[in-house]
């Protein structure tokens, strides 16, 4: 298996060139089956493209080759659709079928600013007062990379690299990540997809429970009776017991765990202001198939509180997939790419998925427009993983997956505009997961 660094160096265009005689065929092919031979030639040659001048950021041990460039592929594939989308609706427009929609024209703005945010929160987050930078990460920017030469393959494949250029440096007209983002984004999420397809899910026996953990922290906001606004980062623990037989009874049980991080206002501000701080009891729910509030085993599953039949009906192709969580998501939240990984995040946070459509859904995201790596080793409760984030309407949103082991490990919020007296990079919300097997309900996992 070739390393990141025997793609540099000397006789790196040699090795490179192998490396093009090994793969261009079978990803040709692949393309091919996918968007039809007429459109598979371009890509393959953006592909390798792609992947000389991002070379450097390889890292054999996330994944081989072969997925590296085959990550690559469909990203560049997606957006070849998108792009033919976007032609159809320009077309349209210019003959009179079709009127611009303002909040198209409002979301490509978003996108374009979305790296420029990202800049601009690392530079809030080294300005916050120590006591808040403790709760904050500093994000990474990827920064342009300078030319390289392409090496010389063949004079097909030479000449295929000289259109791929023009294709490549118009990626970045709607404001998508650069290649060395877009790269490292499907490298790791589609090495955590292979972890996940090499992983057996353990069978819950009978008469025993899945055990379900999550550590959220919420924003809550309190109105003293002299009308000063006190915001505070507030924490909790939901824990789900799950039946060996989901069509049993289950139970819920939410803590409050008394941790309060003040973001405007001060414990002892709210407590002059008469702000009530006590800590609310321990609540219990219990209902056969996890219907809490509707009738048991007879509601419409979605996303965020999926059963075994709405997960069955779930393809399995990413980009399948991916059209699915588009489609379902469509018109939530204030931006309909943070939408889709929102969607994502609910369901990997269910505890519920399959090994293999957690590995679907991994594929699924690396398709999503403007996904970013915001840190590489974000850490959640002890526990780390890579984190990949969108910015828009004021905050970055991000899931953090530990690609080595497809473990999802939750998910964060921050801020990259003022809200409410808060400033940019202030942590507003996060949540981290984790999973075990119970002998009872109630009782803590084993081991």
Request: hydrophobic share 40%.
């Given at each position: 298996?070739?390393?990141?660094?025997?793609?540099t160096?000397?006789?790196?265009?040699?090795?490179?060139?192998?490396?093009f005689?090994?793969?261009?065929?079978g990803?040709?092919?692949?393309?091919?089956?996918?968007?039809?031979?007429?459109?598979?030639?371009?890509?393959?040659?953006?592909?390798?493209?792609?992947?000389?001048?991002?070379?450097?950021?390889?890292?054999a041990?996330?994944g081989?080759?072969?997925?590296?460039?085959?990550?690559?592929a469909?990203?560049?594939?997606?957006?070849?659709?998108?792009?033919?989308?976007?032609q159809q609706?320009?077309?349209q427009?210019?003959?009179?079928?079709?009127?611009?929609d303002?909040?198209?024209?409002?979301?490509?703005a978003?996108?374009?600013?979305a790296?420029?945010?990202?800049?601009g929160?690392?530079?809030?987050?080294?300005?916050?007062?120590?006591?808040?930078?403790?709760?904050?990460?500093?994000?990474?920017?990827v920064?342009?990379?300078?030319?390289?030469?392409?090496?010389?393959?063949s004079a097909?494949?030479?000449?295929?690299?000289?259109?791929?250029?023009?294709?490549?440096?118009?990626?970045?007209?709607?404001?998508?990540?650069?290649?060395g983002?877009?790269v490292?984004?499907?490298?790791t999420?589609?090495?955590?997809?292979?972890?996940e397809?090499?992983?057996v899910?353990?069978?819950?026996?009978?008469?025993?429970?899945?055990?379900?953990?999550?550590?959220?922290?919420?924003?809550?906001?309190?109105?003293?009776?002299?009308g000063?606004?006190?915001?505070?980062?507030t924490?909790?623990?939901a824990?789900i017991?799950?039946?060996?037989?989901?069509?049993?009874?289950?139970?819920?049980?939410?803590?409050?765990?008394?941790?309060?991080?003040?973001l405007v206002?001060t414990?002892?501000?709210?407590?002059?202001?008469?702000?009530?701080?006590?800590?609310r009891?321990?609540?219990?729910?219990?209902?056969?198939?996890?219907?809490?509030?509707e009738?048991?085993?007879d509601?419409?599953?979605?996303?965020?509180?999926?059963?075994?039949?709405?997960?069955?009906?779930?393809?399995?192709?990413?980009?399948?997939?991916?059209?699915?969580?588009?489609?379902d998501?469509?018109?939530?939240g204030n931006?309909?790419?943070?939408?889709v990984?929102?969607?994502?995040?609910?369901?990997l946070?269910?505890?519920?998925?399959?090994?293999?459509?957690?590995a679907?859904?991994?594929?699924?995201?690396?398709?999503?427009?403007?996904?970013?790596?915001?840190?590489?080793?974000?850490?959640?409760?002890?526990?780390?993983?890579?984190?990949?984030?969108?910015?828009?309407?004021?905050t970055?949103?991000?899931?953090?997956?530990?690609?080595a082991?497809?473990d999802?490990?939750?998910e964060?919020?921050?801020?990259?505009?003022?809200?409410?007296?808060?400033r940019p990079?202030?942590?507003?919300?996060?949540?981290?997961?984790?999973?075990?097997?119970?002998p009872?309900?109630?009782?803590?996992?084993?081991?």
């Amino acid at each position: 298996m070739l390393t990141g660094s025997e793609l540099t160096g000397t006789g790196a265009a040699d090795r490179f060139a192998a490396v093009f005689d090994e793969h261009a065929g079978g990803l040709w092919r692949y393309l091919a089956r996918q968007a039809g031979a007429a459109v598979a030639e371009d890509p393959v040659a953006e592909t390798f493209l792609v992947a000389w001048e991002a070379r450097d950021d390889y890292v054999a041990e996330l994944g081989s080759i072969r997925s590296w460039l085959y990550g690559i592929a469909v990203n560049l594939l997606h957006r070849h659709h998108r792009g033919q989308a976007r032609q159809q609706r320009i077309s349209q427009r210019l003959s009179g079928l079709r009127q611009p929609d303002d909040r198209e024209h409002d979301r490509a703005a978003e996108r374009v600013d979305a790296r420029t945010r990202l800049a601009g929160l690392a530079a809030a987050i080294a300005d916050l007062p120590d006591g808040d930078r403790d709760e904050t990460v500093t994000p990474v920017v990827v920064a342009p990379r300078r030319q390289r030469w392409w090496p010389r393959l063949s004079a097909a494949a030479a000449a295929a690299a000289v259109v791929a250029v023009l294709a490549a440096t118009a990626l970045h007209r709607d404001g998508s990540p650069p290649a060395g983002a877009m790269v490292e984004v499907a490298q790791t999420l589609n090495a955590a997809a292979d972890a996940e397809i090499r992983t057996v899910d353990v069978t819950v026996p009978p008469g025993q429970f899945r055990y379900i953990a999550t550590h959220a922290f919420y924003l809550e906001n309190y109105q003293a009776a002299d009308g000063r606004l006190h915001i505070a980062r507030t924490g909790s623990r939901a824990e789900i017991w799950v039946p060996a037989d989901r069509k049993a009874e289950w139970l819920r049980r939410e803590t409050d765990t008394g941790e309060r991080v003040w973001l405007v206002g001060t414990a002892e501000s709210s407590r002059e202001a008469g702000i009530d701080q006590s800590v609310r009891p321990p609540t219990e729910l219990r209902a056969r198939c996890g219907d809490w509030y509707e009738d048991p085993c007879d509601r419409d599953a979605d996303w965020q509180s999926p059963n075994d039949a709405f997960l069955a009906d779930l393809p399995r192709d990413p980009r399948e997939l991916f059209d699915r969580l588009r489609d379902d998501s469509d018109g939530k939240g204030n931006d309909k790419d943070q939408a889709v990984l929102g969607a994502a995040a609910d369901a990997l946070r269910s505890g519920l998925l399959p090994a293999d459509l957690r590995a679907a859904l991994y594929r699924a995201l690396a398709l999503l427009p403007g996904l970013l790596i915001t840190e590489r080793t974000a850490t959640l409760d002890g526990r780390a993983g890579t984190a990949y984030g969108i910015a828009a309407a004021g905050t970055v949103r991000e899931v953090v997956i530990d690609p080595a082991t497809g473990d999802f490990i939750g998910e964060r919020e921050r801020l990259v505009a003022p809200m409410d007296g808060m400033r940019p990079g202030t942590l507003i919300a996060s949540t981290s997961v984790t999973y075990g097997i119970s002998p009872a309900a109630g009782a803590p996992p084993a081991g």
